[in-house]
C-alpha cells in the first residue's frame, strides 16, 4: 500500500534562518507530487506542484523554492525565512494524469517563525 | 494563487440538523472534489464528482457537480458531533494537472 511521510512535525525557526522540509512517498511510482500551506484558520494554499523528477511548477512568487530530486522525494526550502511563512504545510501525492483527483496527504509539518 | 470562494465561511448548528455549503469558480474545472480536515491532520476525500450535473451521496453526504462546471454543492443531513472540521471544495484541471482547494467551510455541531 502507499504511505506519504513528511518531516519535521514540528519547527520552530528564527527569521531568516533555512528551512528544509521532506516529504517522501512509498509504495507507487512517478507520482505527482504537490506542498500546500494553511495559515492559522486559513484555507490550503497551493505552492509548488511536480509531474516529474526535477520538474516544478511554482505557483505562488515567494522565498519558498522546492525541488524533486528522486522520483518519490519532494522537498520545501528556504534561503531565509520570513514571519509570513509560519503555517502548517502539507505534502499531498496523486496519481500521475489520473482523473480521479483524490489527492493524499502526509502528517504535515507545522512551522513557527519567530 | 487561485483559490476556490466557498459559503458559508463558519456555521454553528445543532446536532441533527442539515447543512449546505457551496463553492464556486471564475474557472471551469472537469473534477470537482469534497474533502474534510479534522484538527491538527491532513485533509481526507469525501465525494468526487466527474461529470457537469452529477448528483454522488456517500453516507448522509451528498454533492452536486455544477452543470456549468464552475460550482459544486455538498449536503450534510442529519448532522452528529463527529462532523465537526473544516469542508473544503476543490478543483481538478486534469490538462494542468494541479489541483486547487476551496477557502474551506468550518463547521461546528452542538450536541
Known amino acids: 500500500s502507499q504511505t506519504i511521510h513528511q518531516w519535521p512535525a514540528t519547527l520552530v525557526q528564527p527569521v531568516g534562518s533555512p528551512l528544509s522540509l521532506e516529504c517522501t512517498v512509498e509504495?507507487?511510482?512517478?507520482?505527482?507530487l504537490y506542498w500546500y500551506r494553511q495559515a492559522a484558520g486559513r484555507g490550503l494554499q497551493l505552492l509548488f506542484y511536480?509531474?516529474?523528477?526535477?520538474?516544478i511548477s511554482s505557483e505562488v512568487p515567494q522565498n519558498l523554492s522546492a525541488s524533486r530530486p528522486q522520483d518519490r522525494q519532494f522537498i520545501l526550502s528556504s534561503k531565509k525565512l520570513l514571519l509570513s511563512d509560519s503555517g502548517f504545510y502539507l505534502c499531498?501525492?496523486?496519481?500521475?494524469?489520473?482523473?480521479?483527483?483524490?489527492?493524499?496527504f502526509g502528517e504535515g509539518s507545522r512551522l513557527t517563525v519567530l | 494563487g487561485q483559490q476556490l470562494n466557498q459559503s458559508p465561511q463558519s456555521m454553528f448548528i445543532q446536532e441533527g440538523e442539515d447543512v449546505s455549503m457551496n463553492c464556486t469558480s471564475s474557472?471551469?474545472?472537469?473534477?470537482w472534489l469534497w474533502y474534510k480536515q479534522d484538527p491538527g491532520e491532513g485533509p481526507v476525500l469525501l465525494i468526487a464528482?466527474?461529470?457537469?450535473?452529477e448528483l454522488t451521496s456517500n453516507g448522509r453526504l451528498t454533492a452536486q457537480f455544477g452543470i456549468t462546471r464552475k460550482d459544486s454543492f455538498l449536503n450534510i443531513s442529519a448532522s452528529i458531533p463527529s462532523d465537526v472540521g473544516i469542508y473544503f471544495c476543490?478543483?481538478?484541471?486534469?490538462?494542468?494537472?494541479?489541483?486547487?482547494f476551496g477557502t474551506g467551510t468550518r463547521l461546528l455541531v452542538s450536541p
Open positions: 499531498a501525492w496523486r496519481v500521475a494524469w489520473s482523473n480521479t483527483g483524490e489527492l493524499f
Open positions: 509504495g507507487t511510482s512517478n507520482p505527482n
Open positions: 511536480s509531474v516529474g523528477i526535477g520538474q
Open positions: 474557472s471551469i474545472f472537469n473534477t
Open positions: 464528482l466527474y461529470k457537469a450535473g
Open positions: 476543490a478543483g481538478l484541471n486534469t490538462g494542468f494537472q494541479k489541483l486547487v
